[in-house]
């Protein structure tokens, strides 16, 4: 009874890894996109420097969800708990 109690809650806290990083990288690449257009629409001279920031951004942003789907496989594949 207890191990099945202790996988339910470690594939749990491996769903909300996922999903909370997939959220936060989600926003924060709408952000970032947000920003840049509303940039380019005021300014379109600047937008090769403004890509460069854009990008760098977004990936920055993105490497947040890939922590989480790390996070999530070790939760599930390498616990030192079972």
């Known amino acids: 009874m207890e191990g099945n109690l ?3 809650l470690i594939c749990i806290g491996a769903a ?3 999903g909370l990083a997939g959220l936060g990288a989600g926003i924060g690449i709408g952000l970032v996109g947000q920003g840049a257009t509303m940039g380019l629409a005021r300014n379109p ?3 090769p420097k403004l890509m460069v920031f854009m ?3 977004m990936a920055l942003a993105e490497s947040i969800a ?3 789907l790390v996070i999530s ?3 599930m594949y390498a616990n030192p708990l079972m």
């Open 55 to 57: 990008i760098l951004g």
């Open 66 to 68: 890939i922590y989480g």
């Open 45 to 47: 001279e600047v937008q």
């Open 16 to 18: 909300l890894s996922i």
């Open 73 to 75: 496989l070790i939760l």
């Open 6 to 8: 202790q996988l339910a």
